[in-house]
């Protein structure tokens, strides 16, 4: 055996070096200053937009307990008392109380229809395959496309002909349609992200696809369920276009929206303007309530979806 042949490799027998090095103070600084640089405009931008969604609320909560001398004369002032029999006349006078009543059984109503119908039309589009699945899908997520303003004059005379104008029965059936396609893509999404393995598992202990889907697979879609319905309770709350077509002439089963519209046309004559930003502030504190409290589930929901 010859000696030489274990001896480490001369430099020259070393593969030569494709570059140097860069310098340690200037390894990356390009790449972390634009990242940087974009961090700091986003946070920037984020700033400004809490500022242009937070001031006006705070102010309409301020001119809640003003009177209409304070609310003109020094409107980013705070309020020399707190003046709640601003929200009683409102509550009492202006017909806040039935109009909030109307509101909180229509969305009621609506909101679990949509999420019954929704989440049983996006399990069985996301877990069984069958002809027509894509194009059933693709005509859900087609309405997430479709202005509801072009739809009023035509449906108007279609829950006219079911006999439903001016019922609340109408505003619920039109409200569950229109909000049915936001639920089935989100929750078509969701379902695919759920295991195959409990599935199967519950059809080997004896389950059918009714109890599969009712007491397996919807706990487990638990978050997701959380969060869309707490998205359709904010957009179907303060909808405006549908109930004024679709109660028009019943004023007793007007819905909040209507009946604070109503409010501003006459507080112009009446010059009531604390009892408005009054019934403002009971449209607006519920929801508020609503997202600060379910805050945690709908983020979990929203990220939940994202990792399988």
């Keep these: 055996m010859n000696p030489q042949s274990t001896l480490p490799p001369t430099p020259a027998a070393l593969p030569p070096k494709t570059g140097a090095p860069d310098a340690p103070g200037r390894r990356g600084k390009g790449p972390r200053s634009e990242v940087r640089l974009l961090a700091g405009m986003g ?15 705070l102010w309409t909560f301020l001119a809640a307990f003003k009177n209409t001398n304070e609310i003109f004369s020094s409107p980013w002032t705070l309020p020399a008392e707190l003046r709640w029999e601003n929200f009683g006349r409102a509550w009492t006078k202006a017909n ?23 989440s049983m039309a996006a399990y069985v589009l ?41 019922t609340h029965t109408g505003v619920v059936l039109v409200y569950i349609a ?42 487990m879609a638990k978050p ?11 957009g179907q709350w303060a909808q405006y276009q549908l109930p004024l ?24 004559y009446e010059a009531d303007w604390s009892g408005l930003f009054a019934a403002l ?19 979990a929901g929203l990220t939940s979806g994202a990792v399988k």
Aim: proline share 4%; glycine share 8%; net charge positive.
């Design 43 to 57: 946070h920037i931008a984020l700033a400004v937009w809490a500022v242009i969604v937070i001031v006006p609320i």
């Design 245 to 268: 077509v679709l109660l028009s002439n019943a004023k007793d089963k007007w819905v909040l929206t209507q009946g604070i519209a109503d409010i501003s046309v006459n507080a112009g």
């Design 126 to 166: 996301a877990r069984y395959k069958f002809w027509g699945n894509r194009a059933i899908y693709y005509l859900f997520v087609s309405g997430l496309a479709f202005p509801v303003f072009l739809a009023l004059v035509p449906l108007f005379f279609v829950v006219r002909n079911l006999g439903l104008l001016d």
């Design 96 to 118: 806040v109380g039935r109009y909030f009543l109307n509101s909180v059984i229509v969305v009621g109503f609506s909101t679990f229809g949509t999420m019954l119908l929704g």
């Design 178 to 219: 229109y909000s049915l396609p936001f639920t089935v893509f989100f929750l078509a999404a969701f379902f695919k992200t759920l295991p195959s393995s409990v599935a199967e598992a519950g059809m080997i202990d004896g389950c059918g696809h009714t109890r599969l889907f009712f007491q397996v697979m919807m706990p």
């Design 224 to 234: 997701g369920l959380i969060s869309v319905a707490i998205f359709n309770i904010i």
């Design 281 to 299: 502030t009971i449209a607006i504190l519920p929801m508020i309530i609503v997202y600060a409290v379910f805050q945690r589930q709908i983020q």
